[in-house]
């Protein structure tokens, strides 16, 4: 396994929409594991493949690091859909591709999930919670969304002038 580089913004692979995944493959599934592991070590608690470079609609979870009960297997989706969300939430979230940003963001509090795991099996998951906003926030990014979009136009502003200082440019 290895680590991968971690995409932030303003790149342009942050803003693509995924294409899906009609084969699952060995280089795929090393994907898979290489994401895992990038998502563990940055630390985080997901990781979409465009936040590694990857087009493709695929991510991996794990909130087991932030809830007090282990109650969620690791999850690696392919293909994920959101098929229902019900509630409203709203909590502070942040994101590896937009390093010391937080903002808080409305959600819908439970989502109901489609998906395939690693071996092409479909996956079903009803979640609330982290869980629910995890699969939400990793789902925006296969559709080239970020938290930065939901965030008020002064903060995504201030953001943005902050990060053209440091010498990255849209």
Do not use: W
Not at 130 to 145: M, N, P, S, V, W
Request: aromatic share 4%; with cysteine.
């Amino acid at each position: 396994m290895a680590l991968l580089r971690i995409r932030t913004y303003p790149d342009r692979v942050l803003r693509e929409k995924s294409g899906d995944i009609s084969n699952i493959t060995g280089d795929l599934q090393r994907l898979m594991d290489d994401m895992v592991e990038t998502m563990y070590a940055a630390p985080g608690v997901g990781l979409a493949a465009p936040q590694v470079g990857v087009s493709k609609n695929l991510l991996v979870i794990d909130v087991n690091s932030r809830e007090e009960k282990q109650k969620y297997p690791l999850i690696t989706l392919v293909n994920p859909v959101i098929v229902a969300a019900e509630g409203i939430s709203e909590e502070e979230e942040g994101c590896l591709s937009l390093p010391d940003f937080k903002s808080v963001v409305e959600r819908a509090s439970k989502v109901f999930v489609k998906g395939f795991d690693r071996e092409g099996k479909p996956v079903e998951i009803e979640a609330g919670g982290l869980l629910a906003i995890a699969l939400q926030h990793e789902i925006d990014h296969l559709r080239g969304k970020l938290i930065l979009d939901k965030a008020s136009p002064l903060k995504r502003s201030l953001y943005k002038k902050r990060i053209f200082k440091k010498g990255r440019t849209e």
